[in-house]
C-alpha cells in the first residue's frame, strides 16, 4: 500500500486533523507528569507541599478520567458524530488550560484536581479521532489510517522535551499558557478540516450499552483487560510519573553521570529529556511489537515482552543502579510495554473482530485504569518506603500474573477461535 492511495479514497483533510487534535490532546493530557516537580515548589512557596500520596494522586487522575471518558466519549460519537464530540471536548480542555493559567499564582490543591479532572477529556480523544479517521477509509486501509490518527501518542514525548525548558524561562503557568493557544489553533483548523464521514460512505452501526454488557460476560474481554492494564496502563503509568521518578531518585546522581549540572532548574530540563527518551521508545516501538506479533504470533510475543518487563522491573527493585544504568533499564522497559501493546492489539481483532469498536473502548479503559494504580502503587511506595522498590516488585508480580494467565488460555484460543483467524497468535 503506497500513501497516495490515502488521497484517491477517503479524506485526508480529515485523517490530518484527526491526527493533530489527538496528537495535542495526548499532549495535555500527560501535561503535568513533566511540570510536577515545579507545580509542588511553586505550593510549597506558599505554604503547601504535597506529600507522595497527594503528587501521586494529582498525576494519576488526568489518567482515569482519560479511562472512563473514553466510553463516555465513544457513546456520544455514535449518538451526536466524532466531529461534534470532538468539539466539545476540546472546548472543555482548552477552558480547563486557561483555568489553570489565569489561576496559576494562588492555585490550591484542590483546584490542581479539577484541573487535573479536565485534562482528562484529552486522553479521552482516542476514542474520537481514530473512529473518525476510521470511517472514511475502506478495511484495506484500515492499518495504515489507525496508525496515522494514532500517532499521537508521541504527543507525551513532546511535552517531556518542552515542557520543563517552558517552565524554567518563563515558570511553569506559562506551559499553561502555551497549551492552550496552540489547542486553541488545532481546534480552528479542525473545525475547517475534519467532517463526518456521509451515510454513503459509513454506515453507522451505534453501541448500544448493552453491547458493552454482553462482552462483559465473555471471560476473554477480561484476560485482554488485564493484558492491556498492564502493557499501556505500565506505559501511560510511567510516562506520568517518570519525571518525579527521576527527581527523586537520580537529583544527586546527575553530575556523576557527566553532566555537572549545578542549576537546580538545569536538573529538571535534564529529568524531562531523560524522560523523553524513554517515552519515546514506548510510543515508537508499538508498531513493531505489532509486527512482531505478526510474524512469530501475539501470544508468543507477548511471553518475550512480558517476561523482558518482569526481569527489568526486578533489577530497578534490588539492584542499586547509578544514573546511566538506570536509564537503559527505563528505556528497555518502555519499549517492551510499547511492542506489548502492539502485541495485544494483534490478537484482539481477531478475537472480537465484529465488537472491535465496544472492545477498543472496554481495553482502553481498562489500559487507564492500569496507569492509575501504577501511579498510585509507585507514590505509596515513595511515600511509605523513601524508595519505588516495592513499586516495581508489584508491577513485576503484575507483569507475571498476565503471564500466567497467557498461560491459561493459549491452547483454548489456538484451538477455537486462533484455529480459524488466519493469522499466527
Not at 501511560?236 to 537546580?264: P, R
Not at 538545569?266 to 514506548?282: E, P, S, W
Not at 530497578?316 to 547509578?322: H, K, N, Y
Request: proline share 3%; charged share 10%; aromatic share 14%.
Amino acid at each position: 500500500m503506497k500513501f497516495g492511495d490515502l488521497k484517491k479514497e477517503g479524506h485526508w483533510p480529515t485523517l490530518f486533523a484527526a491526527f493533530l487534535y489527538f496528537d495535542f490532546s495526548f499532549m495535555m493530557w500527560t501535561m503535568l507528569g513533566p511540570l510536577a516537580t515545579e507545580i509542588n515548589e511553586s505550593l510549597t512557596s506558599r505554604g503547601f507541599t504535597m506529600n507522595d500520596d497527594q503528587m501521586a494522586t494529582l498525576l494519576a487522575v488526568p489518567v482515569l478520567a482519560g479511562a472512563i471518558l473514553r466510553l463516555v466519549l465513544g457513546i456520544f460519537v455514535d449518538k451526536f458524530g466524532p466531529k461534534k464530540t470532538a468539539l466539545v471536548s476540546q472546548v472543555i480542555v482548552i477552558a480547563t488550560l486557561f483555568y489553570g493559567y489565569l489561576a496559576a499564582e494562588s492555585i490550591t490543591y484542590d483546584q490542581l484536581l479539577f484541573v487535573a479532572l479536565g485534562l482528562g477529556f484529552a486522553g479521552a480523544s482516542f476514542a474520537v479521532a481514530l473512529p473518525q479517521a476510521g470511517q472514511w477509509y475502506p478495511p484495506r486501509l484500515q492499518g495504515t489510517v489507525l496508525g496515522i490518527a494514532g500517532a499521537g501518542n508521541i504527543g507525551v514525548v513532546i511535552d517531556f522535551l518542552f515542557a520543563p525548558k517552558i517552565a524554567e524561562i518563563w515558570g511553569w503557568p506559562s506551559v499553561f499558557l502555551v497549551g492552550g493557544v496552540l489547542s486553541f489553533i488545532v481546534l480552528i483548523a479542525y473545525m475547517f478540516m475534519a467532517k463526518d464521514a456521509p451515510s454513503s460512505v459509513y454506515k453507522a452501526n451505534p453501541k448500544k450499552l448493552g453491547d458493552y454488557m454482553k462482552l462483559m460476560r465473555d471471560r476473554d474481554t477480561w484476560w485482554f483487560n488485564l493484558f492491556y492494564a498492564v502493557s499501556f496502563g505500565g506505559f501511560i503509568g510511567f510516562a506520568n510519573y517518570m519525571k518525579v521518578y527521576l527527581m527523586n531518585t537520580y537529583q544527586a546522581d546527575m553530575s556523576a553521570f557527566g553532566l555537572n549540572v549545578m542549576d537546580e532548574s538545569n536538573v529538571k530540563v535534564i529529568a524531562g529529556y531523560f524522560g523523553a527518551l524513554c517515552i519515546f521508545a514506548g510510543a515508537l516501538l508499538r508498531p513493531v511489537g505489532g509486527a512482531v506479533a505478526d510474524k512469530m504470533g501475539g501470544i508468543k510475543s507477548l511471553y518475550v515482552f512480558y517476561g523482558s518487563i518482569v526481569i527489568l522491573a526486578l533489577i530497578s527493585a534490588f539492584v542499586t543502579l547509578p544514573f546511566w544504568a538506570a536509564i537503559v533499564v527505563m528505556f528497555l522497559i518502555m519499549a517492551n510495554l510499547g511492542m506489548a501493546n502492539g502485541s495485544v492489539f494483534q490478537l484482539v481483532p481477531q478475537r472480537f473482530g465484529k465488537d472491535i469498536g465496544v472492545m477498543t473502548g472496554l481495553i482502553g479503559m481498562a489500559g487507564g485504569l492500569g496507569g492509575t494504580a501504577l501511579i498510585k502503587t509507585f507514590g505509596w511506595s515513595q511515600g511509605a518506603f523513601d524508595g519505588y522498590a516495592a513499586g516495581f516488585v508489584i508491577f513485576a508480580v503484575m507483569t507475571m500474573i498476565a503471564l500466567s494467565g497467557i498461560s491459561l488460555v493459549k491452547t483454548r484460543w489456538r484451538t477455537t477461535w486462533g484455529a480459524v483467524s488466519g493469522a499466527r497468535i
